[in-house]
């Protein structure tokens, strides 16, 4: 596939204040709609935007379309343990490593020195399930993250006794609801710690619909780590540095979008994951590895054509994205429809769908 050259820079300078907007808590969708696509869909492609229900997506879209997924599956990633002397401690693992090893977000009252057996799960007899010992920082000696070894397979063991990471903003526990919930059905790649929020809306009916309305789909992976909730710290979003995700595009997908460009079709990403894997791909090459790719206004677009996606955080880098996929004025007057007209936000709340515009 060949991809057009970049067009010119940017010429405002954005500010995190830029991305602001007030928004009421009761909008804060802490529970998933009682169907999967019966959602709320705000299609924002034109001005004024139209107030759907999610099952009407198939109807929007045109044959020859191509829906592009994002078939990572959210792991337990959060697991509970003491440090030998009994203070409690929190870890979010972010990324498995080979040789049983992980890479982990820790929350503590005192940070433990390397070398120490971290014990884990302790049941109610105080008895440890496995141990972590700690091997340092990550990536290096200063770095934020922590380098461990479990002692056993990490997947095994956080299946067996791990949490749903739930995002900061959910406040309650994680529910057998939120195993079922807080994945997508076609989930096959294991490594996740967020879920790819926008694809949480599809169903059976609906993947059916799209089918029968010659809409095919394909798939990448990009596991979506717990960085996609920090926030911007400062106002000059240039300064912010992105935290790195794996994504890897299969050959059939590359052969899929190939097949949709030669027939006039449009790219349709499925969340701003699949956004990041395929413009990552577009400007390096390279359909696997580590991308920290920020997309912010004034960015050139190579791909995608259209974005299915859910509502963000204020301050963020995917409110970030999205305005600048469709337009920063445009962006905002459709949050604030939204929130006019009552829309679930976040995770568990509602999507839109956006068509490419100008910065």
């Given at each position: 596939m060949t991809h057009p050259?970049?067009?010119?820079?940017?010429?405002?300078?954005?500010?995190?204040?830029?991305?602001?907007?007030?928004?009421?808590?009761?909008?804060?969708?802490?529970?998933?709609?009682?169907?999967?696509?019966?959602?709320?869909?705000?299609?924002?492609?034109t001005w004024p935007p139209a107030d759907r229900i999610f099952r009407d997506l198939p109807a929007l879209l045109q044959p020859g379309d191509l829906l592009v997924f994002n078939d990572t599956q959210v792991i337990k990633a959060r697991l509970y343990g003491e440090k030998p002397t009994g203070g409690r401690l929190e870890l979010l693992v972010e990324r498995v490593l080979g040789n049983h090893e992980v890479v982990a977000h820790m929350k503590v009252s005192k940070k433990p020195s390397a070398g120490t057996v971290l014990r884990m799960a302790p049941g109610p007899d105080g008895q440890p399930a496995f141990s972590a010992t700690l091997l340092g920082r990550w990536p290096d000696a200063d770095g934020p993250l922590f380098h461990l070894r479990f002692s056993d397979d990490p997947y095994v063991l956080m299946a067996r006794h791990g949490h749903v990471p739930l995002p900061p903003y959910i406040e309650h526990g994680d529910t057998e609801e939120d195993e079922r919930r807080y994945q997508t059905v076609f989930a096959q790649t294991p490594g996740a710690v967020a879920a790819p929020t926008a694809a949480l809306h599809f169903d059976a009916a609906v993947l059916a619909a799209l089918q029968a309305r010659g809409v095919p789909r394909a798939n990448v992976t990009l596991h979506v780590g717990a960085g996609t909730f920090a926030p911007v710290k400062g106002e000059d979003i240039r300064a912010h540095r992105m935290h790195s995700e794996w994504y890897r595009i299969p050959p059939q997908t590359l052969a899929a979008l190939e097949r949709t460009r030669r027939a006039g079709g449009r790219i349709v990403a499925?969340?701003?994951?699949?956004?990041?894997?395929?413009?990552s791909w577009a400007r390096t090459g390279q359909t696997e590895g580590d991308t920290d790719i920020f997309i912010t206004p004034g960015f050139d677009f190579r791909v995608v054509d259209l974005l299915i996606t859910n509502f963000h955080l204020p301050r963020s880098t995917l409110l970030m994205l999205v305005s600048a996929f469709a337009g920063y004025e445009h962006i905002m007057a459709l949050y604030r429809h939204a929130i006019a007209q009552h829309y679930r936000f976040f995770s568990y709340g509602d999507a839109m769908l956006l068509q490419r515009g100008q910065p």
């Open positions: 050259a970049p067009t010119g820079a940017p010429t405002r300078t954005w500010t995190t204040s830029d991305f602001d907007f007030a928004l009421p808590p009761e909008l804060i969708a802490q529970h998933p709609a009682p169907e999967r696509s019966a959602a709320r869909l705000l299609d924002g492609r499925v969340g701003t994951t699949t956004v990041r894997t395929l413009e």
